[in-house]
């Protein structure tokens, strides 16, 4: 029951959903202790009330924050506190009444001041929010930006303001209860005071040399560094905060690049999301920033997905536009018809070529080019299980999606039947369990089948522990989790040393990552996930969320995979390992290969799950494993040739581009002075510019034939 409040509330957990309530029946109680009236009674129930939106205010939860759309807010609540407590004052009759009328010209006087208060602060905020936020920029000598203001004036300011009047009801209250009214105006005179006070210290950082330059003169900065380093690849991102993997995943591609590269985001929730890089980041939201920003030097340009802010690049004529994706599987968004627009759609293999043939939704042949995968580099292949260690199968279902479709996810329908016969296979196996990031958040069905499969997991791997069969290496394993401790407490160290910037002004004065400092942490996350599955039992089942260990280092510990149609499969056949997906809308063995390619060197499990025998006979038998030739051709024909390795392929579609582009950029230069010359010399000019042909009458723009 506890746990249906908590998913129906929307908190994290009993104790939030505990002050949640106290919260609720707190302000009932202070106008039953007011009318009654008893002062000790208010003083326990406004302490409750404190307490509890205190802690619901620093985890962040839903439900405190929605109390605002039902007018409710955190304003609010202080005013009927004190509102209740004025009530109190009146009903108790003491002797005199200057303490009532002074907790009332109190309160009227600390609610004047959050107006300038607040108004300070939203505008020191938006005074420093810049019109262009970057990483790797060396904006420092460039314009002066001075630091943000100390984090305990801006942070849940609203809440530290509010809070302040605790000084005037405890003084009340202590008044109301000693018969005695020094008690109280000492609370009163503290409240208004350091309102004043707080209001006071904020003046300075809406004005003078504790503000950020106008953006004109951020806008000239950035253009002025542009100009000085002179990009030529652009990696273009827009998205949710959700959809930052999308742009994660070809970070240490554009590292690897050979031209100048550079990223553009479009969303302060991006920046903020993205994770560390040493190439250059712009974060641009206007539109017309961006389409005022010196990019002449750019010649390709990298699109990750689809979305509507892309046309704010897509008009710039003097660079190739590309569509590279983030991901690559059977699904309708791979072959998404708004791909007309770029100049080249980049494919890891021939599928995704045959993919938009077979769609028919206008993207030509010839744009279409074969670069393979670069981020699947780390996922090694298959290796031979070491005598004595059980093998590993993984468990990766994709989430539910929006559209409710049951062939979406395995993990509703199929889920607790794969992990059951996996978990009681013989001889045995180990189960890891990763479900994708998202599952539950749509289907309650999905939500409580994950629950179970966490359970069922959980409960074999308890059982495992006290099977007498299974025998760890305690040493080893305390020694790892030593490594591990080290590991971490030097990660946290330097990323204490990287700092937290202040905000986004800070953050892009600062935001410069130390190349040194960079290739340390990813020596160390190297060495984190190494002795991270060393730090317990081979055989152990696990479940495993959050972003680390990785998906591709789940991959590499695993002999064999069960999942769904999504980018997951086709990843992981780079592999070459055995892997089963499920047909979970039971379309049927032929028609599910039919439709789907990453799945025709697969395993197909129906809903029970009868099948996954074949799949844990490939695992304990290479030598018998039926499906090896076929996962070896699929490989190519997904991905491309292992040789040349996919980032050199990479690179060099973006030269053949950059190429392209200078051609073409070339060949408008000339236009002009087309008309002056004679036919012959228009004819040499155009056969020296490849993909350029020569105007005919009428014409008044740019062709590329190519």
């Given amino acids: 029951m506890i746990s249906t409040a908590i998913r129906v509330a929307r908190v994290g957990s009993a104790a939030e959903l505990a002050a949640a309530l106290l919260v609720m029946l707190g302000f009932p109680g202070l106008m039953l202790a007011a009318l009654v009236p008893n002062v000790y009674a208010f003083a326990a129930a406004a302490a409750v009330t404190y307490l509890a939106d205190h802690y619901l205010h620093r985890k962040g939860s839903y439900l405190i924050n929605r109390l605002s759309k039902v007018r409710a807010g955190l304003s609010i609540r202080f005013l009927i506190r004190q509102l209740l407590l004025v009530f109190l004052l009146a009903r108790l009759a003491l002797p005199g009444s200057l303490l009532l009328y002074g907790a009332i010209a109190c309160f009227i006087s600390f609610y004047g001041l959050q107006a300038p208060h607040g108004a300070l602060v939203t505008l020191i905020r938006n005074r420093r929010r810049m019109p262009v936020a970057t990483r790797n920029v060396d904006l420092r000598s460039r314009i002066r930006i001075p630091d943000a203001p100390p984090r305990g004036l801006l942070h849940r300011s609203a809440e530290k303001m509010l809070h302040l009047d605790l000084f005037a009801v405890a003084g009340i209250l202590l008044a109301a209860a ?4 020094a008690a109280g105006f000492t609370g009163i005179g503290l409240t208004v005071g350091l309102g004043c006070l707080y209001v006071a210290v904020l003046v300075p950082y809406v004005r003078g040399r504790k503000t950020p330059p106008k953006a004109d003169d951020v806008l000239a900065a950035v253009d002025d560094w542009l100009a000085a380093y002179k990009p030529e690849t652009v990696l273009y991102f827009s998205g949710s905060k959700d959809s930052a993997y999308q742009v994660n995943m070809w970070l240490e591609t554009m590292e690897q690049l050979h031209s100048r590269p550079l990223i553009i985001l479009r969303e302060r929730v991006i920046l903020s999301s993205l994770a560390p890089t040493t190439v250059p980041v712009v974060c641009v939201p206007g539109g017309v920033h961006l389409m005022n920003m ?6 390709v340009a990298l699109y990750a997905a689809n979305v509507g802010k892309n046309i704010h690049l897509l008009r710039v004529p003097t660079m190739k536009h590309v569509f590279i994706g983030h991901g690559d599987s059977d699904k309708l968004a791979s072959v998404n018809p708004y791909s007309k627009v770029y100049d080249e759609v980049w494919t890891a293999g021939r599928a995704g070529r045959d993919r938009y043939a077979i769609a028919d939704v206008g993207v030509r042949d010839e744009d279409i080019v074969e670069v393979g995968r670069p981020q699947l580099a780390p996922i090694r292949g298959r290796r031979d299980v070491p005598d004595g260690r059980v093998p590993t199968v993984l468990y990766a279902p994709t989430w539910e999606g929006w559209d409710g479709n049951p062939g979406n996810t395995s993990i509703v329908l199929a889920g607790e039947n794969i992990v059951k016969r996996l978990v009681t296979a013989d001889p045995p196996v180990r189960v890891l369990y990763k479900p994708h990031p998202f599952t539950g958040t749509v289907s309650a069905e999905a939500a409580a089948a994950h629950r179970r499969i966490t359970a069922l997991v959980e409960q074999a791997a308890a059982e495992r522990a006290a099977d007498p069969r299974f025998t760890a290496d305690t040493a080893a394993e305390e020694e790892a989790r030593a490594e591990l401790a080290r590991v971490e407490a030097r990660l946290a160290e330097l990323a ?5 910037k202040g905000d986004e002004a800070e953050a892009t004065r600062d935001g410069i990552v130390d190349v040194a ?10 060495e984190w996930n190494d002795a991270y599955w060393r730090s317990f039992p081979a055989y152990e089942h696990r479940v495993i969320t959050g972003a680390e260990p990785r998906l591709y280092d789940c991959f590499n510990v695993s002999e064999a995979m069960v999942s769904d149609i999504s980018s997951v499969v ?12 499920t047909d979970s809308a039971e379309l049927g063995v032929e028609e599910f290969k039919r439709q789907n390619t990453a799945v025709r060197a697969a395993v197909i499990l129906s809903n029970g799950a009868e099948e996954l025998g074949g799949l844990l006979d490939a695992v304990r038998d290479p030598a018998g494993d039926r499906l090896a030739e076929a996962r070896v051709e699929l490989k190519e024909y997904l991905l491309g040739p292992d040789e040349p390795p996919s980032i050199d392929r990479f690179d060099a579609a973006v030269a053949d581009l950059a190429l392209k582009a200078g051609a073409r950029n070339l060949g408008q230069e000339s236009r002009p002075a087309a008309a002056s010359i004679d ?15 020569t105007a005919t009458a009428g014409e008044t723009d740019g062709v590329n034939a190519g």
């Fill in 517 to 526: 400092e960079h290739a340390e942490i990813a020596r160390l996350r190297a």
């Fill in 496 to 500: 204490g040393t990287g700092g937290d």
């Fill in 178 to 181: 000693l018969g005695s009214s």
């Fill in 294 to 299: 010196d990019l002449s030097t750019v010649r």
């Fill in 570 to 581: 086709s990843d992981f056949i780079a592999s070459g390992k055995p892997y089963a997906v």
């Fill in 679 to 693: 036919p012959a010399e228009a004819a040499e000019l155009t056969n020296a510019v490849p993909g350029q042909r």
